[in-house]
Nanobody, 126 residues
C-alpha cells in the first residue's frame, strides 16, 4: 500500500545537526500517521517522534524533546526529522513507520504502525 523510505543518515560530531527524510513509495502518506523510531546496537527499538496525518499533532520522546523536530512539509509524500545538539546516545538506525488511525495513547508503540522503512544509520562521535 505504501512503503516508507528513509534517507539523510550519516556520521556527525557531537553537537552537530542532521536532518532525516522519510518519503512515500508506492503510495501516499496523505491519510497516514507517521513516526520515527530508532534502534542502537544491542538495544530494543524505541520511539523517537511522531506526527499525525494532518501534521498538527506531534510527539517526542523525552530524550529528544527540545532537540529534535518532526515536520510534514509535504503532507502527502514526505516527513522530516530535524535533529539538533546530537550526542553519542543518539547513535542508532532510524526507522520511519506509517500507520492508520493511530491513537495518541498508542503512538509510542511500534505495533500500531503497519508499514516500515529499512532504516538509515546515524552515527554521532563524542
Amino acid at each position: 500500500q505504501v512503503q516508507p523510505v528513509e534517507s539523510g543518515g550519516g556520521s556527525v560530531q557531537a553537537g552537530d545537526s542532521l536532518t532525516l527524510s522519510c518519503a512515500a513509495s508506492g503510495g501516499t502518506f496523505r491519510m497516514y500517521d507517521l513516526a520515527w523510531f530508532r534502534q542502537a546496537p544491542g538495544k530494543e527499538r524505541e520511539f523517537v517522534s511522531s506526527i499525525n496525518w494532518s501534521g498538527d499533532t506531534v510527539a517526542y520522546d523525552p530524550s529528544v524533546m527540545g532537540r529534535f523536530t518532526v515536520s510534514r512539509i509535504n503532507a502527502n509524500d514526505t516527513i522530516y526529522l530535524l535533529m539538533n545538539s546530537l550526542t553519542y546516545e543518539d547513535t542508532a538506525v532510524y526507522f520511519c513507520a506509517a500507520g492508520e488511525h493511530v491513537s495518541v495513547f498508542h503512538r509510542r508503540n511500534e505495533e500500531v504502525y503497519d508499514f516500515w522503512g529499512r532504516g538509515t544509520q546515524v552515527t554521532v562521535s563524542s
